[in-house]
């Protein structure tokens, strides 16, 4: 409780609500709760979650690591070490958690990847781009619907740099940024951690 309070800011009946479901997703996960704990309060303060909104985060992560395969605390460490150049990108707090456990999930390196959206936000800033979401888009388009494997390799070269360029079209085109479905439950979370914690109890 004292943890809690301290690194959220929370109290009363919010302190106590988010707390048991912090030892709630350590006994179904196995997870270590002071672990996961200073894990998630990063990526809830690097997010600007409200504590009104911590409640529902909580259950966003668990739907996420069920989905994907991907632990609460590594997908909440990957959200505040990459949360920035997505925020910069449109990205919100259920597109990020989704893409990343995505990436887990499919295998996709996310320090790459993350360090090739660094380069190509930074190419579109020097070229004068104002909406760095829309040319991202166009961009992720263009490599998706080139014709050949060679031609969406130069295009994702031309865009996130010679080193992760070929990685980047390889994932764009099979698919590992379609996360449509996982955002849909994301938004549909509510109460997860209860749920399951219910679910999992024995006599």
Known sequence: VASVNTRLGLTGRPLETVTTKFLTLSRITGQDVTTMLTEVSKAANDAGVKSGEMSGFLDKLLVTSQKTGASISSLASDMYRYGSPLRQVGFGVNETMATLGAFDKAG????????????????????????????????????????????????????????????????????????????????????????????????
Not at 176 to 193: M, P, Y
Not at 196 to 203: K, M, P, R, S, V
Request: avoid cysteine; charge should be positive; charged fraction near 25%.
């Open 108 to 203: 996709v390196n996310t320090k790459l990847v993350m360090g090739s959206l660094r380069i190509a936000l930074g190419k579109m800033a020097k070229a004068g781009e104002k909406d760095l979401p829309a040319g991202l888009a166009k961009g992720i388009a263009a490599i998706k619907n080139a014709k050949t494997g060679g031609d969406a390799a130069a295009k994702a070269i031309e865009l996130f740099g010679a080193r992760a360029g070929p990685d980047m079209a390889a994932a764009i085109r099979e698919g590992r940024f379609e996360v449509a479905d996982l955002i849909k439950q994301l938004g549909n979370s509510k109460g997860a951690v209860e749920k399951t914690g219910d679910a999992t109890l024995q006599f």
